[in-house]
């Protein structure tokens, strides 16, 4: 029965912080690579961050320096610190399970219900 659990969403002003959380089970965790994607209303889902199975990590342009992603193998947690929020940011953040492919992140097999995540200005 595998489960991934986000939480840590709200509504916050420009300038705050969140962080996300990612709870998984049901799967060998540590075998899969883990990634955060988002999506705002009326527009299609993007990539964020990504972080593999030996904790390196990439990021997207607009998170670099902002945002930090990592995980807990020990518990079976994905974390993602987001600071200096700004309004671009609100959406539903998801978490999501795959194996690396050609040195990113790919093949999801894993997806979780998603968190809300509103910054106002």
């Known amino acids: 029965q595998v489960q991934l659990v986000e939480s840590g969403g709200g509504s916050v002003q420009a300038g705050e912080s969140l962080r996300l959380s990612c709870a998984a089970s049901g799967y060998t965790y540590s075998s899969y690579c883990m990634d955060w994607f988002r999506q705002a209303p009326g527009k299609q889902r993007e990539w964020v961050s990504s972080?593999?199975?030996?904790?390196?990590?990439l990021y997207a342009e607009f998170a670099k320096g902002r945002f930090t992603i990592s995980r807990d193998n020990a518990r079976n947690t994905l974390y993602l610190e987001m600071n200096s929020l700004k309004p671009e940011d609100t959406g539903m953040y998801y978490c999501?399970?795959?194996?690396?492919?050609?040195?990113?992140?790919?093949?999801?097999?894993?997806w979780g219900q998603g968190t809300q995540v509103t910054v106002s200005s």
């Open positions: 999501a399970a795959g194996r690396p492919r050609g040195g990113r992140c790919l093949g999801y097999a894993y």
């Open positions: 972080i593999g199975t030996d904790g390196s990590t």
